[in-house]
Nanobody, 129 residues
């Protein structure tokens, strides 16, 4: 069983930066994909970034591409989401997720299905103008 613990949320002004962390505990034998999801106030949760651990390939949604970076530090069993140039539209609850990616899968579809083995508890990000 895999457990995820997130941290790093907070309140910033437009243009600011935050780094979210996600510590991964437990049996990760079948985990090869880390992802971050975001749920804006009053809206549905949506995937915004994914990292295929095997080869380091990443995927970003158009809304965060060029501003956010997903990464992992294996020695600390931690995944990160570095967020820069934050905008009020980035406000929401951020969740990390751990799952399995099969070669040939479409990242958009994988994130849309949101069928991940484990989820973090969520961390709040608020961006003010």
């Amino acid at each position: 069983q895999v457990q995820l613990v997130e941290s790093g949320g907070g309140s910033v002004q437009t243009g600011g930066s935050l780094r979210l962390s996600c510590v991964v505990n437990g049996n990760t034998d079948r985990i090869n994909l880390m992802a971050w999801f975001r749920r804006p106030p009053g809206k549905k949760r949506a995937g915004i970034a994914a990292l295929y651990i095997v080869n380091g390939r990443t995927y970003y949604s158009d809304s965060v591409k060029g501003r956010f970076t997903i990464s992992q530090e294996n020695t600390k069993n931690t995944a990160y989401l570095q967020m820069t140039s934050l905008e009020p539209e980035d406000t929401g609850t951020y969740y990390c997720a751990a799952g399995r990616y099969n070669r040939g899968d479409n990242y958009v579809e994988v994130l849309a299905r949101a069928s991940f083995a484990a989820w973090g508890q969520g961390t709040q990000v608020a961006v003010s103008s």
